[in-house]
């Protein structure tokens, strides 16, 4: 006897797909981010997204042209002019120190350091309680590179700065990101115990070892290829991401960190292990935390 096919089987595996390219063209075209399957959105931006539309798939997930429009009058042409002095020799003192070697940034002057400089310069009189701060630029300078409208660049960056609440990773004080390796030394003190222990004994936070890190959500310091990758999940998971990818490194690497001591273990933490993870695993495996959560994807069936 031939066994009918289970509708609900073969309903749960297409839900479960990415998204092809002709979906996210249609999606990008709607542009509404509430009747899109979070759980299909998720694992096609683990899968990988077109190149092409990475800037177009960008602006839907920030939701930046809803402000572009809202904001329409000229006001990100009025946020460019004025800027304080200080802050001006500030961002002008950075802008080579954005993504050097990058094409679009490595001439003086060049349309990408306008571009930054531009945008830099909006925000830091659009949010002036946190003005500019070191590590925005490469946040900006990813935007730049692939959403090619300034204008819609910069309020994407809004976004993130404020429904991402990233800007209190810029806050005197720094409370997300304090927050966040909070969070993190939790999981890791729980999961594993000795990895925990080994790392107090050797008198190392994990604040000074990934804060740079956690700052630019690995856009300084890591393979640009692999960065819009994470940053690609970012956009969607927000501050999860940084948690889990954190732990999922140090869990990976727990043995090797566990021979190590005083400078050398801060040097490995600090630089080394990051890019050992990203050359030695693929990217599904350091996401496979996002793959296997079971309470995100029951929500979605439900």
């Excluded at 073969?10 to 899109?36: A, C, M, P, Y």
């Excluded at 349309?111 to 830099?120: D, F, H, P, V």
């Excluded at 692939?146 to 609440?165: C, G, K, P």
């Excluded at 273990?265 to 890019?275: D, E, H, I």
């Amino acid at each position: 006897m031939i066994k009918p096919k289970n509708p609900t089987r073969n309903s749960l595996n297409s839900r479960h797909k990415g998204f092809t390219r002709q979906e996210w063209n249609l999606i990008i075209r709607r542009n509404d981010f509430d009747n899109v399957s979070k759980l299909r959105l998720r694992n096609s931006l683990i899968s990988g997204i077109p190149e092409e539309l990475r800037g177009d798939i960008w602006a839907f997930l920030t939701r930046a042209s809803q402000l572009l429009q809202q904001f329409s009058n000229g006001v990100y042409s009025r946020l460019i002019e004025n800027i304080d002095p200080s802050v001006s020799n500030i961002i002008q003192k950075d802008l080579h120190r954005t993504f050097p070697e990058h094409l679009l940034f490595r001439e003086k002057g060049g349309i990408g350091q306008q571009k930054l400089c531009n945008i830099l310069y909006a925000y830091a009189n659009y949010d002036p309680d946190i003005g500019y701060c070191q590590g925005m630029g490469f946040i900006v300078g990813c935007l730049i590179i692939h959403i090619n409208q300034e204008e819609l660049a910069f309020w994407a960056f809004v976004q993130i700065m404020f429904e991402y609440n990233w800007r209190l990773m810029f806050k005197q004080g720094t409370p997300k990101l304090i927050n966040m390796i909070n969070n993190t030394t939790k999981t890791i003190k729980s999961r594993f115990p000795d990895l925990s222990k080994h790392i107090d004994e050797n008198d190392l936070t994990l604040v000074s070892c990934f804060a740079q890190y956690m700052i630019t959500i690995f856009l300084y310091d890591t393979p640009f290829d692999i960065s819009v990758r994470i940053f690609d999940l970012f956009l969607l998971e927000g501050e999860k991401l940084m948690h889990r990818l954190l732990s999922k490194m140090l869990e990976l690497k727990r043995e090797k960190i566990l021979e190590l001591q005083g400078v050398e273990l801060y040097q490995f933490l600090r630089g080394r292990m990051v890019k050992e993870c990203f050359e030695e695993y693929h990217l599904s495996t350091l996401f496979s935390a996002f793959r296997n959560d079971q309470e995100f994807e029951l929500s979605e069936l439900d």
